[in-house]
Structure formats: structure tokens, C-alpha cells
């Protein structure tokens, strides 16, 4: 099992910056991929970025890239998405989700392909 826990998020203006963390603990020598997610409301989950914790491959939805930027802290064990240029449609739960090594290839996985959620945290952005 592994337990993610997020931490991050608030209330900003269109421009400002947010910096998000996920913590994760357990097995954590068991994951794959880790991904940020997002859920407007009335909306499904769309996926924002996520990075392969073996290799460091990164993806991100065109929609963040060049704004958004996921890392991970190998000692810490705590995967970060760093948001710049925040607009108003950034407005969302994100959540931080994982999967097992060897689940899937290394692509962007969709939500349903995701093991383990943590509880999400709140961001909005006014303008």
C-alpha cells in the first residue's frame, strides 16, 4: 500500500504562483508512475502532469506545459508540482495519484489507470 497525502493548495490571483506537494509513505519502492490530477466540479478527472519516479520521465497536458512543472525529491519522497501563471480555469481539486512499477508502459496514464489517491487539495484562482 502506499499512502499519499497533499498539501499546497489556496486562493491566488490570475498570475500568481503555487507550489503543491505529495507526500507519499508505505511502499513507496513499489511506485511507478506519479501523476497530478484535477477535478473541476460537475467535471471528470484530467490529468496535469505526472513523472515516472525510476527515470524521471515527465508529461504534461498541453494546457499546463510551460507553466506547470512536476519533480520529485527521491530522499524526501515527496513529488511536487510547481504552478506558474495561474489562470481562473486552473480552478480545481488536485489530487496526487499513483501506480505500481510495471503496470502499465511509460506513457500519460489516464485516471483509471491510477492505484493510489490521496485526498486532494483545493486550488483556487481569481482574476
Known amino acids: 500500500q502506499v499512502r499519499l497525502v497533499e498539501s499546497g493548495g489556496g486562493s491566488v490571483k490570475t498570475g500568481e504562483s503555487l507550489t503543491l506537494s505529495c507526500e507519499a509513505s508505505?511502499?513507496?519502492?513499489?511506485?511507478?508512475?506519479v501523476g497530478w490530477f484535477r477535478q473541476a466540479p460537475g467535471q471528470k478527472h484530467e490529468g496535469v502532469a505526472m513523472i515516472y519516479v525510476h527515470n524521471g520521465v515527465t508529461f504534461y497536458d498541453y494546457s499546463v506545459k510551460g507553466r506547470f512543472v512536476i519533480s520529485h525529491d527521491h530522499t524526501k519522497k515527496i513529488i511536487s508540482l510547481q504552478m506558474n501563471s495561474l489562470k481562473p480555469e486552473d480552478t480545481a481539486m488536485y489530487y496526487c495519484?499513483?501506480?505500481?512499477?510495471?503496470?502499465?508502459?511509460?506513457?500519460?496514464?489516464?485516471?483509471?489507470?491510477?492505484?493510489?489517491w490521496g485526498q486532494g487539495t483545493q486550488v483556487t484562482v481569481s482574476s
Open positions: 508505505g511502499d513507496t519502492g513499489t511506485m511507478g508512475a
Open positions: 495519484a499513483s501506480n505500481r512499477f510495471g503496470d502499465s508502459g511509460v506513457r500519460f496514464l489516464p485516471a483509471g489507470a491510477m492505484r493510489y
